[in-house]
Structures are given as C-alpha cells and as structure tokens.
C-alpha cells in the first residue's frame, strides 16, 4: 500500500517580485509544504513581468497548478522604479524560456487582495502566509474579514529594522525604516493589531547573509540543472548593489523562507514593538514595552545558510 505524505505546512506565499522574492518562490518550491496559492504585489516590481516569471518558476518547479493572483492594492509609498524593473530581465533569461508556457486552467479572476481570502476560507487547516512583500494585502483581507484571524496559525515576515539602519533612502525621512514596512506603515499596524503569531525577519538578522561572490559563484559547478541555473543568474544579478546603492544585496526574503524548512538556522526572541505611521521616521520599527510581541529572528547561522541554500537548489 502507498503511504501518503502529508505535507508539514500548508503555505500562501505573498511576494512582490525583487530578484531575492524569486529566489524565495524556487526555494519554497523545494519544500514539504503545501503551496496554495501564490499572490504577486505591484510594490517592488512591475507587476505584469513578475506575474509571468512567477507562472515560469512554477512550471519550472512542475507545479503549473497552484494559483497565481494578481496584486491591485498599493501601498502610499511606491518602490523606487529603479529596483522594479528586474522581473523584466529575469523574465528573458534563457533557462526560463528553453520552452513554451505550459496550458493551465484560467487563473482566478479576483485581485489579490481578495483571492487571498477566498485560498484562506478553503483550507482545511490553519495555514501559514508567508509575506516577503508589504502587508497590504493581509491587512485588507483582517480589515475586510476579521475572522480570516482564526484561520491563520503563522504569519512569516520580512520586514522592520531594530538595532540596525532601514534601507529608506527618500527626502525628509530619517532612514531608520525598512522598505516593506514603509511602503505600507498602516498594513503592518494593521497585522500587529491581530492575536496571530508572528515570526519577524527584520534587517538585523538579514544582514548577517549577503549575497557573497563565493556564494553566487558556487552554483556554477552544476551548471546544466534548471533550478540552480535560475538560483545563480538571480543572485548573479544582484552584482553593483555596493557600487550604486552603497550597501550590499543581501538575502532578506530567500533567508525568511528558509525558516520554513530549516528553523533550526536561527535563535530567536520575543520582542514587543510598534510601528511608526508618521512623520521622518514613518515605518520605523520600534520596542515598546505596551507594543505587539513578535518572535524575532536574532542571528542565523551563516555559512549552514548558504549551505542550505546549495543543497535545496542544485
């Protein structure tokens, strides 16, 4: 008799289409969990190119089944545009277009903002979202639904900055926020207001993986298989971070997702925090001690990471 294989999570993924949400997207992939649906946020990409590569990493995964929704929520404060356009190189690379698009049944026809309520009420169990994006669209489905609460057992973030800099770099802010907090401030307020676990990447552990040469180079040597063909042109492609921002690419959302398969990588803490809505510091993430408890990722263990990464990949 065939054991059946039940899967350790049942997962909606919530991206918005960096180069390193890709890079999530092929690792979740690799994974025992379910992936339900997989929801795309015009936040820091063009929607239309990440759309696409997200039904090619699928296909890629042969998992051409899993519903892809597209994002029509913005949050106030838009990426800037020249971190949007990646999806549109990645969409061309050669290991992503060897053939056609597979067929696949029609897509569901809501935003995703509203899909994401309808792949929440068809679980048969508590799942976990995993957001690699801004909140904005959990935080419609809470505001809208707010007994989605009871069928969330985890949500997964990366977002927020303690004890290190943001990576905002707009007039008149202060630069102490991280981008997916500060694109949408009053999402996050928005989630933290809810009774669901929480399990926060923020920037300071984010920091301790950046996308080393050793790292990217490393996926050459199996060079000819598809996942780590993709694996290594999009880390390639983070090349120049340093040069034209000043601070290096690092694995922020390949590194939250890793905590699905692989929690051991980490310690963590509780921390009590709020959010930031107004003012130069908007989107700041900060302690306070009548503020929302969240299991924060604290170090990461760096050299088993990218390891993990290799071994899932190639």
């Known amino acids: 008799m065939t054991e059946t294989r039940t899967p350790a999570r049942t997962v909606i993924m919530d991206h918005d289409g960096s180069l ?31 759309l696409s ?13 899993v519903q892809v929704a597209p994002g029509s929520l913005a949050g106030p404060h838009p990426f800037p545009m020249a971190w949007r356009t990646d999806a549109l190189r990645v969409e061309a690379l ?11 049944t029609p897509g569901p026809d809501l935003p995703a903002h509203e899909q994401l309520v309808k792949w929440i009420e068809q679980a048969a169990t508590p799942l976990t979202i995993l957001v690699t994006g801004p909140l904005t669209n959990l935080a419609w489905c809470l505001d809208k639904h707010p007994w989605l609460e009871q069928a969330i057992s985890e949500i997964v973030f990366m977002g927020g900055a303690f004890d290190v800099e943001g990576n905002v770099d707009e007039p008149g802010h202060d630069g102490s926020a991280e981008w997916n907090v500060y694109c949408d401030p009053k999402a996050v307020q928005r989630v933290f207001a809810t009774q669901i676990p929480i ?17 990217v180079r490393a996926f050459g040597a199996h060079y000819g298989n598809p996942a780590s063909d993709l694996a290594g042109s999009l880390l390639a492609m983070t090349f120049g971070t340093v040069e034209t921002v ?34 130069a510091s908007e989107g700041r993430t900060v302690r306070a001690d009548d503020g929302r408890v969240v299991r924060c990722a604290i170090t990461v263990k760096q050299e088993d990471f990218y390891r993990h990464c290799l071994q899932l990949l190639t």
Do not use: M
Request: aromatic share 8%; net charge negative; glycine share 2%.
């Open 20 to 50: 390193d949400d890709l890079l999530s997207l092929l690792l979740l992939t690799r994974y025992d969990v379910d992936l339900k649906g997989v929801a795309v946020t015009p936040a820091d990409c063009l929607l239309a190119p990440a």
């Open 53 to 65: 590569v997200t039904h090619r990493i699928l296909d890629l995964a042969d998992l051409p089944h």
């Open 246 to 279: 000043g601070s290096p690419y690092c694995c922020w959302d390949s590194l939250a997702t890793s905590y699905l398969a692989a929690p051991e990588l980490f310690t963590f803490d509780q921390i009590r925090c709020d959010v930031v809505v107004d003012g």
């Open 94 to 104: 050669p290991v992503l277009n060897r053939f056609p698009p597979r067929a696949r």
């Open 199 to 215: 399990t926060l990447f923020p920037l300071d552990v984010t920091n301790q993986v950046p996308v080393t040469d050793e790292f």
